[in-house]
């Protein structure tokens, strides 16, 4: 199941239905009125190192982009980091630099729920961060969970398709569901029937314009989608992984890449930040923040009206 990090003081309530479903968290009443329930924040792409210095640029974003978050007069119901939240192949300092920069969130009650890409390592990462390893997880070696909310429910899936061995293994770009996984997504979205959903994973899909964007995407892309479409309360599909903004629609869902807020390999055309989705009864608002304050994604809005 993914990391969900409430605050010491907080409990989660849990319900096992097939996997872990995480509900909004018991709030005090002062704390309840700053969490806007339709609100989500959602960054991709973190890619912490150990060895990163505090004053680097890495580190300094996601410090900075936390730091926004902690501030905001209306908080986020959730925040997701949704893939590849390591730099190389997820070492053990990597997680341990990562856990202290997203500490802020945990401290002011805001839940975070975390997805694994290709350069992540679930082993290490369990190791690290032991407490929120499944005692019996609902996807064997997978790192899966849905996340309620008063107008959608988010499906947090793995694409994490191979993990390396040593500190020099390369690293598989690719993604992989799998069969086990795609089963699972299929049983829960059937138990989850009422309201939209939202699909989280890292890696693109190879379809709705992104097969030739980008030498990575996840191999099963076409029985997900045919999965998905089946499903009318599916809405959207939120990924990472290409370090790049765009928006798509492949038979009636959205695919939205969302920026990374680590680094960019063209800097010409993208740039790192973040994103605020606005839930409505009839879609979603998808508003990027960028860490250049002047740069033309700052403030741009994707407006995804549900099929």
């Known amino acids: 199941m993914p990391i969900h990090l409430p605050s010491q003081s907080r409990r989660t309530f849990l319900t096992q239905l097939g996997g872990a479903v995480f509900c909004a968290p018991a709030l005090h009443a002062a704390d309840a009125q700053r969490v806007d329930p339709d609100r989500i ?15 680097a640029p890495i580190p300094t974003h996601l410090r ?7 501030a905001q007069e209306r908080r986020p119901a959730a925040v997701v980091i949704n893939g590849d939240l390591a730099l190389s192949n997820g070492r053990p300092g990597d997680y341990a630099h990562f856990a202290r920069l997203i500490a802020p969130l945990r401290e002011a009650g805001m839940p975070v729920h975390l997805t694994l890409g290709n350069h992540d390592d679930r082993d290490v990462f369990y190791q690290v961060l032991q407490a929120e390893k499944a005692a019996e997880p609902p996807v064997v070696s997978r790192h899966v969970g849905v996340v309620t909310l008063p107008r ?12 390396g061995q040593g500190a020099e293994a390369r690293v598989v770009a690719q993604g992989l569901l799998g069969s086990e996984q795609l089963d699972w997504l299929g049983r829960m979205l059937d138990a989850h029937p009422g309201k939209p959903a939202l699909v989280f994973a890292h890696h693109n899909p190879r379809l709705g314009g992104e097969e030739k964007h980008f030498p990575g995407g996840l ?3 076409e029985p997900l989608w045919d999965l998905l479409v089946s499903r009318p309360q599916v809405k959207a599909y939120v990924h990472g992984h290409i370090h790049h903004r765009d928006h798509f629609q492949h038979r009636g869902i959205h695919i939205l890449n969302m920026p990374a807020t680590s680094y960019v390999s063209n800097p010409t055309e993208s740039t790192t930040g973040w994103t605020m989705a606005q839930l409505t009864d009839q879609g979603a608002d998808f508003t990027t923040l960028t860490h250049a304050q002047d740069h033309a994604w700052n403030g741009k809005v994707e407006k995804a009206a549900w099929r």
């Open 41 to 55: 924040a959602i960054l991709n792409d973190t890619h912490i190192a150990a060895g990163h210095t505090a004053n």
């Open 219 to 221: 191999e099963d892309s």
């Open 152 to 163: 959608a429910n988010l499906f947090l899936l793995d694409s994490l398709k191979t993990v």
């Open 64 to 70: 900075e982009t936390v730091a926004w978050l902690v």
